[in-house]
């Protein structure tokens, strides 16, 4: 979740990192008491997600400047549509623009692809999920507009589950016992809480890590074919994930083996900036 | 410039989100005293940048970790290649993996971007400069990544440069007073090292601004030949940059026309993570 | 867990805490070269845990004291034990020890009370488990220490996991819903990874939250009859947890029923600090 | 003191610790504008202290929660009693809740056993203070607590008072020279604000200390009818302070002895949480 | 510029650092609802800056506190004016009066010397400009005054603009190139924004780091002869700053030579603070 | 004191100030591997301060620089003197030259003002002391060069002494009752190590106040004649410290009325940075 306190440090730290020392063009040319009006306007159709942090940007700068935000996170819009109207002392707004738009835009750029992957799925019972690739310090900030575009979150970090890949199994096997009863002793000091992902590569792996303890078994890089027989083998007893291998030409074929969640690194490691910008007007 | 410090702070507060309390998975499967090798391999060609970067994320999570970078930032790379080498526990080097490749995927995606826009003016003067539309918290790691991929910085922040734009000079104009000596009284409070760019739509505006005293004229959404015009106008009396419109179809074309600079908000804004990958074996 | 960058952080901010401009006595009455000894003698029993964190006092207030560590965390020692040594300059000696003994005193508190809880319910299925009565600030500490004394952790924070309470329900059946699909569907938007803990007060709400889909179901305030019956209801579909009404005299009877989890807030929120002592010699 | 910028840092700390990305139960189960109303209800009498803590939980969370606090710091309460009202937004509530206890809880817990102390010296001159022996990170919280149960503060740190013992000692007496003359030397550079306690074991050395500058002499570890020759040796030419061995058993006949000031690391370190709870009705 | 986070952030540690667990006198000796008014007085003629800043150190430490300044920054006094008024808590108003007036004397100090300065020269059309010879941690506060004294800002810091001197242009010169091309290459992968001034011992080097690209060619040590020489062979192809040898019975002579800028470090580095006090009565 | 900690934080906020982004001057015109020595040449002479502070400075810009420090704090030197070498690469060494000189400039400057008020006391046994008049974030380190100049520290906030002063007596005046109690019961809640200075304007209050428990009487703005009768009255039952009026036309004739302290805000807020300089050589 993007909490208040989180939106205030990411965005003060960027307010910080854009104008150390204030913003010496508006200082230098602009009158103190300019006030002025700007529209969010869309160049291009999309769906929203970073409202919050918009208005955070302007009024961490200026606390007078009024912030009106006509779209709601996980809204779809079109060219042309005013998203958030902007009114206050000029030289805050334009202190404020740059750091504003470079959320708005990364954010509302992942929401818009999310949305896509999600529509190509519909129908289907699987999710669309965000991996850890996302841009370093700006997780939150990320998985918030992956839900704005429909999709759905992972784990937060390497702290609040497990995911057992390749590497981890072949450690467990070396001692020569079976994998299922070391995965399950591995397991038992962590919190009752915690949820147990394990990634195969092959079929043959599955009753094993299922056995093991698994609640979530990652299917990675499998054919849809491959996906629908592993579904079947799992059969309900544990969630099944696919990833590898997914864009938006390949993932509503492999939405409809039936796998539960379908996790793209994608969403946040290849959105590109949607294409918003502040009109402005000077009073 | 990426000092020591600033990829300390940012690589030590990426660790942090994305293992705020531990690695659970690495901690519970593989015993302490576990090493590996593993190698930084790139699955698309490209221009790479971050080497620092990547090296700060093993080594701050574990100081015994060795690191070797085999390219520099700014080389080329073919797919398949090994960029890096690293070695040392297993447990620090899977905790760390996924944060080191997520700032040198992001880098090298933006140098190699960059690099292409850089190819395609070969032969002019005109530099491809980058602009304040960066992932914000990433700025410095963003603008060393433009010069790996032979670009130029642009100013900083808006504390380090005027940048005039169309409001400001409509301000200016309010008084009735000409442009030129409005905007050189405007400016004589500022140091005497201020760079002062002033952004125009018409080519009539430039006798103006150079006599108030520009650095830097910005040419923004000039067509080709508007750009030539504004070139032959402004004669070496200031540095011409252009702005707006610039793709990779696009940018050999105004580079021709004699420009300066040519500023790009994709470099930083809609470059995509470059596919590498990194091989791990367990010893 | 109990990382370095937590360790460091923490103990960093209590030896400011404890000198924010030094050790008056030790500068004013110390020749700065006199070197001096200390063992870490326990004058109770019990078991240990902080080793680490006791070398951090130390190292941070002067890098060239050395400390050895004679005992694991999760060992048990007798009173007259020596638990560690530590030599070095005295002055840096002398301003790190009452930090040093603070947080092991507290961590070592909180091990020996727990592996009462734990030796009390030994040939019992039951884990014994913290919860998030922690003293602020110092939550990956007292986790640790619990594990440390046989004990395992509960979910990290409101962050990490669900845990629905009587209030919770509530407001899922005022829309006259049935409490199970209610459940469901208010759940869906989680990650997949998500655990899901479900409180309830009386036998008859176990089969609703069970089809809810609750991963633990938590007993509260349960007689050891009511909790038999639970488990019996239950019956391998979820995980079992009690809590209320814990205490080294009731547990065995808790456990026994045949619980998976017994959560005690007491280990954390009323341990007492253990009686451990630095003995110094001057040298 | 506990300012209002250490309660801000501390309890913002801990709700970060708490709910690093948001509760995900009240989020996931509570319908945005769900309100609720809480009592915080004594489960056991004691002394109250933290309410400035308590209220700055629930504000730091959600500015828009009202809290009434009914009782100030240092006043009694009975098992029932009301203590404080809550009111507002039931997810800012919940997400607050455990971080206000854990603070409340821990320095009533001190402020009643203090009381406890303070009572039991009724009628004597002694004053029961706290020690160094404070949890890491809430010493301002933990002395602010011993005063709410009637005690006094020790020095805040090794920052602002000197505190000799018996090492220091016998270092200034290895020159050979007489311990006066050597003390009152090495305590000359310090600032003439400087208050200095010299902690003896033995009667003998008392005459020494006094005539080196010790404005406090405190007797540690002395029998009752050694403290009181110890006073009547000094006879008012020092402050006498009491330690070791101090329990609320002996702390009535240490008290008697007529010494000033008798310190207690019990207060701080040994206390447990007080039974306090929040009885919470979602409107 | 001063923004308001520099003010917040600097004053906040300077409240913290003068009173890091309150103000023990206040609280020990003013009931807590004493109130006071209390005049900000110059006692000795100058020139004020820091207004924000004297309101920042009342209003942080409470929010209660109302402080009217009575002069801009920039505007002279006499001894015995009143240069603000500032009512509320007492206990509040004394815990801040010292660092407000800590700051407030410093930089009013620093403008009343720089005014000193710019009296000098007046008439010419040299400006006064500070240097980097600034309070570590205060620099922005200091410029700030310099302004307020009718002085200019140099480059902020080594990030944002160029000063070769003569260790420079003498590794420049060991390769055997000529000087001008040589410096010319150097700098061309600076951003095009970034100001380059070059420092000279001599005059024969000027022609060099004119044709070098130096925006600013710094004359240092010269006499005012040597000055007037280096104004004629500029020409206008570059400003010229002085430096060196600078003080109040100087200036004028420098400053008559036709030099652009005297950059003066005894500004910041060697200003005494100003004499001001607050009278305070306690209602 | 000025303990490693302190220095490092400030020296490396300093930095962070000087070259936020890099030093563009020496990484544009020096090749990476040049390498420099350089002498810190005293250009008067003085009393040395800061030598820690000075190695902090290069070592923290890069950690392969060695400085030798030649003096050390409070030695005198003559003008001419090389008071420390350091050598290493010369970029770092440009980059951390202006941070290091502002501090050792100002330390030495207030060192060499306080010895010039020690010298002029010699013989008697008055102290000079320190005030809070220090440079907002800096007072760790004038306090430090205070002791380098043969000067005392008085105390180091509002936080670990009392000082009452004429509006503090005015207040305990009001109830009627008589000074001496009332103060006496004001101050019997502070810690019994905390000490008490009040500071009386006539000779006629200090019967009172040393009756009320002060541990020194200031005596502020008292002639030589005022502050003998002041020594006379007062007779060993308190310390006596003079404050106002004191500067090195006047210090020594203060000294001589037989007072203990005496206190001189212009040691810090007065003093001028001495003049050092760095003579680098590149090699």
Known sequence: MLTAAVIARAVGAALEEDAPWGDLT???????DTTATADLVARE?????????????FVLTDPAIRVDVHVGDGDEFAAG???ATVTGNARGMLTAERVALNFTQRMSGIATLTAAYVTATEGTAARIADT???TPGLRAFERHAVVSGGGRNHRHSLSDAVMAKDNHLAV??????????????ALVHLPHTTHVVVEVDRLDQIEDVVAGGAHTVLLDNF??????AGVALIDGRAQVEASGGVNLDTVAAIAATGVDVISVGALTHSARALDLGLDLRID
Do not use: M
């Not at 467990?172 to 002793?185: E, F, I, P, V």
């Open 223 to 228: 054919t849809p074919d491959e996906l629908r």
């Open 81 to 83: 549509d005013v998203l």
């Open 26 to 32: 508006s200082t230098a040319l602009l009158p103190p």
């Open 132 to 134: 850890r690739k996302t």
């Open 45 to 57: 159709p999309g769906v929203f997600s970073g409202g919050d942090v918009f208005v955070a940007a």
């Open 172 to 185: 467990l096997q070396r001692s020569g016992r079976d994998l299922a009863s070391a995965l399950r002793d």
